[in-house]
């Protein structure tokens, strides 16, 4: 028998259960693919207008890159906090978020980040994090102009706070929903 694209009726299913390290993992990927899209100026959804991620010449791109990456781990952590939130013991939710973070700056070292620059990159998360879970708290604008002032140097661009409220919104809920459907499970 012949499959065909047309005749398989096979559809991508949710698993119905994840461990706190394939929850890290698959929450990585993402992270990943959202980052790379970015770099790449690929996501024509939520393009990020005065954002220029691979022409400066003063060292901003790198800033600029670190930052976007950054904003895309809070927003899948966010994203993961809201899908478990009541659902999972925050002990287990931690752990997938340790194991994605673990992930990240694992991948960050494979790829030539010096591993004696790791702690003071995770002092930085750490703080972006605090920073856009209270803007984030105030409200989706809020947000906006907080990682549009640490994507542009302190600059506030009322297009770019607009794009990124829509990325926040892109990459949070449809991995809120995904999620919902999923237990977190010990391993």
Not at 74 to 82: K, N
Request: proline share 5%; charged share 30%; with cysteine.
């Amino acid at each position: 028998m012949q499959s065909t694209l047309s005749g398989d009726t096979r559809e991508f299913r949710a698993p119905q259960t994840m461990t706190p390290d394939e929850l890290g993992d698959s929450l990585a990927r993402l992270v990943w693919e959202s980052f790379s899209d970015f770099l790449a100026q690929e996501d024509v959804e939520t393009p990020l207008p005065d954002v220029d991620t691979l022409n400066d010449d003063d060292g901003t791109a790198h800033r600029t890159a670190e930052e976007a990456l950054i904003f895309f781990m809070w927003a899948h952590t966010r994203g993961a906090q809201l899908a478990f939130l009541g659902r999972a013991p925050d002990e287990r939710i931690r752990e997938g978020l340790d194991a994605l973070h673990s992930a990240v700056f694992e991948d960050m070292v494979k790829n030539g980040t010096p591993e004696s620059q790791l702690p003071i990159f995770e002092q930085r998360v750490s703080a972006r994090y605090a920073e856009y879970h209270q803007a984030s708290a105030e409200s989706d604008d809020k947000l906006g102009e907080a990682v549009t002032r640490r994507l542009l140097g302190g600059v506030v661009r009322p297009t770019t706070c607009e794009a990124i409220r829509e990325r926040a919104i892109a990459v949070a809920n449809p991995l809120r929903d995904f999620l919902e459907d999923v237990e977190l499970v010990d391993a």
